[in-house]
């Protein structure tokens, strides 16, 4: 059966289409950046929910969740060590994109949170111009939720 979810990611899936396969480390990597990157500012339920839901929605197995868990809670590497070993440049992206979807969960972002956000674009290696970009891009889908849950009234 399909979704409205599946025609919404559809075309986005079209543009950004790659045959990459991401190993198990990056996995590991990409997910550990994401919940270090929550930690920033305190894990609140609705980023915990987004992880969450990225976990299931990848298939990741529990040992990478877990491997990944594990890496942030024993600070083994720092964030930049951490980062530092993504070196594909759509996983650096998601990375990004991902932790902004997870600052804008609670609805509101302060300026600690835009600080740090642009400071991990620079960690990432992403240009101040790329970072502004994706920061529009998911600011544009959660004014094109807001629309259509108007709509659906």
């Known amino acids: 059966m399909t979704k409205i979810h599946d025609l919404l990611s559809l075309v ?8 990459k396969q991401i190993g198990e480390e990056k996995l590991v990597r990409y997910l550990a950046a994401l919940m270090e990157a929550a930690r920033m500012s305190g894990v609140s ?19 990478v969740v877990g ?3 594990k890496l942030t809670e ?11 070993g993504i070196e594909e440049p759509e996983l650096r992206i998601c990375i990004l994109r991902d932790a902004y ?5 609670d609805k509101k972002i302060d300026n600690i949170e835009m600080l740090s956000l642009e400071r991990l674009g620079g960690a990432l290696g992403l240009s101040e111009g790329t970072v502004e ?3 529009e891009l998911v600011d544009t889908l959660f004014a094109v939720k807001q629309e259509i849950d108007k709509l659906g009234r």
């Open 12 to 19: 986005p899936k079209f543009i950004f289409h790659s045959e």
């Open 45 to 63: 339920p609705e980023e915990q929910y987004l992880l969450t839901y990225l976990e299931d929605s990848l298939g990741l197995s529990t040992g």
């Open 67 to 69: 491997k990944a868990r």
């Open 74 to 84: 024993s600070q083994a590497m720092t964030f930049g060590e951490l980062l530092a």
């Open 101 to 105: 979807v997870m600052a804008r969960m």
């Open 133 to 135: 970009k994706v920061v």
